[in-house]
Structure formats: structure tokens, C-alpha cells
């Protein structure tokens, strides 16, 4: 599996990138602030036009 971390301007945490061509995983995990606690969150499993559409929901659902 390769990890990266993604460098976006915005005001969370960490932004990450996974990806596993093998088993056809591409994956975003973008926490947006643990300062209450640890993260929760879901996961979502949606074909995205681009992957810069999937980081920008991520953000999006994570800021929620």
C-alpha cells in the first residue's frame, strides 16, 4: 500500500492519500479537528469524475 500525505490548504489537520492498486482501493482520510476528542467519521463509496473531486468531498464531509 502507498501512503501520502496531501498538502491542501485548508484548515484540517491531515489530509491523506492511500492507495492499493491490487485490490482497487483509492482512498482519502482527511480528519478535520481532534481538539475534543479523537476523530469519528464514515466512509463513503462513490466513483468520483476525478480524484480531485473525492479530496474535495472528503474535506467537504469531513468538515461537517
Sequence with gaps: MQ???????TEHELVVE???AAAG????????STKV???MGGTRQWAYPSFDDAVR????????
Design 3 to 9: 501512503i501520502r500525505q496531501l498538502q491542501v490548504s
Design 37 to 39: 476528542g479523537p476523530a
Design 57 to 64: 468531498d472528503a474535506l467537504r464531509l469531513s468538515r461537517g
Design 25 to 32: 482501493y483509492h482512498g482519502t482520510i482527511a480528519p478535520h
Design 18 to 20: 492511500s492507495v492499493e
